[in-house]
């Protein structure tokens, strides 16, 4: 649902006609069941017409609003009413529902349950795209249901586009907030909403201004890159920047959209937005490539360095500041040391100016830090580093920035004060500091650094000549290796289930694992589909694994059977794997 900024509650003369109707339903279906389904394909007028209701409707409404988790929709309504009978029931979140197809299925079968044990009007309000799916997955139950929609008029709808995409852009641009999705700018279901409301201007037989449409670009960029589909979300944004390109060379820098219906910023700062996102996405393609991926990382500095020029002219110092170390991270990787270096003094200067800005003052004297240890030289290293690890921990804004990045941070300060003190002699602050690195990096934000602190941490304990420490870092590591597939094979050792890092520069946090390499290349995948099976039979209460030390039995459960659990169903229900290991 889109939180939108839309206050008229004055509808228009169809959805006041269709209001009517509704409460006149609810009333006239006292005592017995009815159904009705109420179409409406956005958040906001929901909201609106629900308000309306319970003002001119004199049956007392009970709500219910479906998680994301249901499975089935007549079980969690009797759940919900405990026993109670209200005089009318309105249910919202179908469009939310994970497993939508199966709940509506279930529904079918169950549909006498229904007008046996429901003795009121029930009213499940439905989107576009879910009353399709109960027309053709629910036949039986539809032919009982009457059908009311909610709609918005063209300027109504064109007002709504206008003001979501404006509010994106200032998000960007005034709370910094461009590592956030759509649906955590805008509300839930942001984008079918937006979507909903182009089709129906299409439907209406109504063009969208280019603004609009560039700016509607721009927004279904922002969801692919956030479901990793960067072809195509590169795709989307160069449309968007070739119109606003366009506009700044029509009509100046300074001259803002006056014939929209929302407020606009400049089209150079947009164009600068739009810049800064394709850099965005050729980082990403660098990341995922780690061999032959200087290309991606050349495309993403020169991508940040155009868009850091853009809004330098037109006096965005502060969007500037949110976006400079986002190049710097960049040049770190090309190991551009003279640029970081005058990049680090350049955005410091901004920084030390700007309010909510201590992760990236930090990240300004890491910067510094990695160039003098990169010059070999060893005690400015160490100074530079301490002193961003006493801006992070110091200053933190936690309301403006992610505990993960401020990990990833620290791990790197943490990592490169260690190399310094080993230079120096230091051995024991060094490997106090690296200790504390791999305690406090989780490897699901950032493996390899991860991995390169293990690997400096190996080093040291190898040299003070404490091989059994040396040994277990090194288990350590070939395990993360493997894990993230650095490592094709890991050889003698437990198997772990594969990841994905998760990408900080999104608010994605779901990790998916998946089944070992290992499990089906040795021919094991068949004894974990015959472990899968007997877990199935209802007969099979206990199965015991056994067998010599080192045959693979750890390796199965934590390798195969867990990830495959977490994947599959057991007698209809969803499985929950707890591992024990004493």
Known sequence: MINSHYQEDTPGLENKNALQTLARTLKMSQGQFSLTLVRC????????????????????????????????????????????????????????????????????????EFRNNFPFPVVLWVTDKILKKLIRLVTDIESWTTTIEFVLRPDELVDFLGKSADRIFSGILENGNWRLTNSALLGTGALTELESARKDLEASDIRLEPAIEASLQFLRARNEYACQRIDTAIALYQKSLNFWKYQVGLIGHQTEFSNLLFTIHPAPVL?????????????FQAEQHRKGNRPYWTEAKNYFQESIEVLERVGQHDTVGKFINQLGEV????????????????????????????????????????????????QGAKEWALVALEVLNSNLDTAGQGTSLKSQHQGLYLLILAEAEKEIGEIEQAIAHLEMARAQTPPCYNPQLYLRVLELLRSVYFQRGEYLEAFQVKQDYRSIEHTYRFRAFIGAGKLQPHRQAINPT???????????????????????????????????????????????????????????????KIENRTVLPVLLQV
């Not at 049956?59 to 026993?83: C, H, N, Q, W």
């Open 271 to 283: 164009e600068g937005i739009l810049l800064f996102h394709i850099g965005l996405c050729y980082r």
């Open 41 to 112: 394909n956005y958040g906001f007028l929901r909201e609106q017409i629900v308000r309306q209701l319970h003002q001119a409707c004199a049956v007392d409404l009970r709500e219910i609003f479906l998680p994301a988790s249901v499975k089935t929709l007549y079980t969690t309504i009797e759940a919900e009413l405990a026993g109670s009978q209200p005089q009318a029931l309105m249910v919202f979140g179908l469009e939310s529902v994970n497993a939508i197809d199966k709940v509506l299925t279930s529904t079918n079968y169950v549909r006498e």
């Open 506 to 568: 999104t608010e994605t946090v779901d990790v998916n694992t998946t089944i070992a390499d290992e499990i089906t290349a040795s021919g094991r995948e068949q004894d974990l589909n015959r472990l899968i099976g007997r877990m199935n039979s209802a007969q099979n209460k206990i199965t015991v694994i056994y067998g010599q030390s080192g045959v693979g039995k750890s390796s199965m459960v934590t390798g195969g059977l867990v990830p495959a659990l977490k994947q599959k």
């Open 331 to 378: 040049l770190q990787y090309l190991e551009d040391w003279d640029a970081l270096w005058n990049l680090a003094i350049k955005a410091r200067r901004l920084h030390q100016n700007m309010e909510n800005s201590a992760v990236n003052l930090a990240q300004d004297y890491g910067f510094l830090a990695k160039v003098a240890l990169e010059q070999k030289n060893w």
